[in-house]
Structures are given as structure tokens and as C-alpha cells.
């Protein structure tokens, strides 16, 4: 299971709206085969590790099947995995997580089991939400999970009045960001940051095929006609007039099946998604950098979190807090 977890991250900022899912078979205690959904459209991770098997000439009956997330047995874009596992022969299957939305992708685990198959669940089954923490959120409440990132000086201050707008932090700590843009929905700022940085809010470090997202919140109308957002072609939702608070426009990204919303933003926007109490995850990144004219934010992040994690982009130290 461990390794369906592994394999499942491949998936990672390519499967969106879909959770992430990986598939290992193993027959007579080896693994013969592995599959993850790779991308939207693309194979469910069981039929891809069916597919890998024949590939490689094992025949998949009495084999066990580890699976990250209960078997759909619905007609999606691709037929029921259920099915697909019937038909290899697959003897026993051992889940991590249940599917949040039996209802919609219907229950695989008692199909399976009245077809005779022995079905264990639960197996790693923390490790499991942990990697599809933004789908079931997305799936209990109908909104994205709310990831707030933003960088500091060695004092705390977000920002040097003495330059002109410009990134202080690290190459190596950009391209973190780029990846975690990657992996998110949706990115979001206010007007302020529009208006002073000009920001494509694009992933460009990384990989991709698919860009999130770009949402400017402008109640009053002020950003330039010209902002990159507006003209370079990729989708950008300007809430201006139609702007009706953080409440509604949560449920209009959930509507969207946007699952992870990154802020971007300054401490003004990210102040009213704190003090609204809507921020799931709050990503601090330090830099040693020290600005001349600072612009000190203290967001009380330890009252408001109490989960703490510390890591490194680059040269730069990263605080993660969570709920
Ligand atoms: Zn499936």
C-alpha cells in the first residue's frame, strides 16, 4: 500500500477534479504490476495496473490488488473499476480509503464483495487522506481547501517600500512555489497586488498542461485594463462589481470543482480570509534577506493553528501551518 501511495503522486496537478489513486497487484508475494491515474481522461490506477501486468506478461488471476481509494463502479469517463477487477481474476482487494461520494461513484466494495472477492479496508487509510486532503475536503464541504502562502523577511516584513515591487526570496524556493501553484485550482490576490506587481500568477518553473486559475478580488474596479491577468489568455475571474464576500465566492470556486485555492495575496487579503477563519493552511516562508523600509504583518498564526511543520525551499525556511 505503501507504494500504491508512491505511485499515486504521479498524478499529482494532473487529475483534478479526481483524487489522487494508485494500484499495486501482487501474486504469490511479488509485485507484478502497478498503476496510478496518470491524468484526466486517463486509465483509473486499476486498469492501468492491469494493463502494466499484461504488458509484461503475468496473468492477474488470484492476484491481490492494494488500492489507495475504494474501486468506482460507475460509468465515468472510463468503465467501472469494479468491473475491470472481476474480469483480471483479482482474488482479494485491500483498500486504504473509502470513496467520500458512494452515491455518485457508487459502492465498490459490497459489488466486490458479493461477486466473492475478499475486500479489507482501511489499510494506511491516514496516509491515504493525508494525500487526498483537498479532494475529500472538496467532497464534505463543497469548497476549496484555502492554502495561504507568503514570504518574509528576516524581521517578519512582507514587503520593501524602498524598491520597486520585485521577489526576494531564492530560484530554488520560486520553483517550490511553482509546483505548489501546480497543484492548486485556483490562485487568488487582491487588487493591491495586481496593481503593484503585475503578476502572471502562471506555473512556469514546472511542468504543466493546465494553468490555474487567476482570481482578483476588486470590489472597486481599480485594476489596470492592461494587468497581465487580464490579456495573456489563461482564465482569470475579475470579482469586481459582482464581488459578494469570501463566503459566496468559496462556493462559487466549489461550484467550479476547484478543490485548493492558493492566496497569493498581501496582508490586507489574507488578513480577511484569517479573520473570517478560512484559511485551512498557512505556508511562511523566511528569507534572510532584510528589507530598508519594511512592512511588518503579524498574522498571530500560533493562536489561529495548531499544527506546525517546518521545512526548507531553497534557502529559505518554510513554516507550514495547518489546523
Ligand atoms: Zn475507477
Not at 71 to 100: M, Q, Y
Not at 210 to 232: E, G, M
Not at 274 to 300: G, K, R
Request: proline share 4%; net charge negative.
Amino acid at each position: 500500500m505503501r507504494r500504491a501511495l508512491e505511485v499515486a503522486e504521479k498524478g499529482r496537478g494532473r487529475v483534478r477534479p479526481n483524487p489522487l489513486v494508485g494500484c499495486v497487484l501482487v501474486k504469490d508475494g511479488v509485485v507484478i504490476a502497478e498503476g496510478w491515474h496518470d491524468h484526466l481522461g486517463g486509465l483509473h490506477a486499476e486498469q492501468m495496473a492491469i494493463h502494466d501486468a499484461e504488458e509484461k506478461g503475468h496473468n492477474t488471476n488470484g492476484a491481490i490488488a492494494y488500492i489507495t481509494l475504494e474501486p468506482c463502479n460507475h460509468f465515468g469517463r472510463t468503465p467501472p473499476c469494479t468491473e475491470a477487477l472481476l474480469w483480471a481474476g483479482i482474488s482479494e482487494v485491500i483498500v486504504a480509503h473509502k470513496d467520500p461520494n458512494p452515491l455518485v461513484r457508487g459502492d465498490g466494495i459490497s459489488v466486490l464483495k458479493e461477486a466473492g472477492i475478499k475486500v479489507e479496508n482501511g489499510l494506511l487509510e491516514a496516509e491515504a487522506a493525508i494525500q487526498m486532503r483537498e479532494f475529500l475536503h472538496w467532497c464534505k464541504y463543497r469548497r476549496p481547501f484555502v492554502t495561504v502562502k507568503i514570504a518574509t523577511d528576516a524581521n517578519g516584513s512582507v514587503d520593501d517600500l524602498s524598491e520597486e515591487a520585485g521577489r526576494f526570496t531564492s530560484e530554488d524556493c520560486l520553483i517550490k512555489v511553482h509546483e505548489l501553484r501546480k497543484d492548486c485550482g485556483a490562485i487568488l490576490v487582491g487588487s493591491n497586488t495586481v496593481i503593484r506587481d503585475d503578476p502572471s500568477l502562471t506555473v512556469r518553473l514546472v511542468e504543466t498542461d493546465r494553468q490555474p486559475l487567476r482570481v482578483v478580488i476588486d470590489p472597486n474596479n481599480r485594476i489596470p485594463a492592461d494587468s497581465k491577468i487580464l490579456n495573456d489568455g489563461f482564465g482569470t475571474r475579475h470579482l469586481s462589481d459582482d464581488f459578494r464576500g469570501l463566503d459566496a465566492m468559496l462556493d462559487m470556486l466549489g461550484d467550479l470543482e476547484i478543490q485548493r485555492l492558493l492566496v497569493e495575496g498581501g496582508p490586507t487579503t489574507i488578513n480577511h480570509f484569517l479573520q473570517q477563519n478560512l484559511v485551512d493552511e498557512f505556508i511562511l516562508v523566511e528569507s534572510d534577506v532584510q528589507h530598508s523600509i519594511p512592512v511588518i504583518a503579524d498574522f498571530d498564526l500560533s493562536s489561529r493553528f495548531s499544527n506546525k511543520t517546518q521545512t526548507n525551499w531553497g534557502s529559505e525556511s518554510v513554516t507550514i501551518y495547518s489546523r
